[in-house]
Nanobody, 124 residues
Framework: QWQAVESGGDQVQPGESLRLTCMGS????????VGWFRQAPGKEREGLAC????????TNMDASRDRFTISRDRAGNAVYLQMNDLEIEDTAVYYC?????????????????WGQGTQVTVSS
């Protein structure tokens, strides 16, 4: 079964940085647009950023506030979410998923091949 696989979650202090990685299990990511999402306890899942196969991207500026950057490696099989200046409110499970079209979106309903998520905890 094709599935995205997230890694890189950790427990950090406010102000620190993390880089999350998304890879494909059983398939390559380079033909897909890939999105990053998060779900905090008691809240709905929200879209954070999306990148196309040719590295065009969109970002949820309300959530990011210029702290999050999405990118993909030259080989195309990994997509990253660099998160800087983390805040307690960024504590959540972070997910990646694929969009089988040459466009980007932040709508959950547009995505498939969801991963199991990686936990990010920001606490002092």
């Amino acid at each position: 079964q094709w599935q995205a696989v997230e890694s890189g979650g950790d427990q950090v202090q406010p102000g620190e940085s993390l880089r999350l990685t998304c890879m494909g299990s059983g398939f390559r990511l380079d033909d897909y647009s890939v999105g990053w999402f998060r779900q905090a306890p008691g809240k709905e899942r929200e879209g954070l950023a999306c990148i196309t196969s040719n590295a065009g991207y969109i970002t949820n500026m309300d959530a990011s506030r210029d702290r999050f950057t999405i990118s993909r490696d030259r080989a195309g099989n990994a997509v990253y979410l660099q998160m800087n200046d983390l805040e307690i409110e960024d504590t959540a499970v972070y997910y990646c998923a694929t969009l089988g079209e040459r466009r980007c979106s932040l709508r959950i309903i547009d995505f498939d091949n969801w991963g199991q998520g990686t936990q990010v905890t920001v606490s002092s």
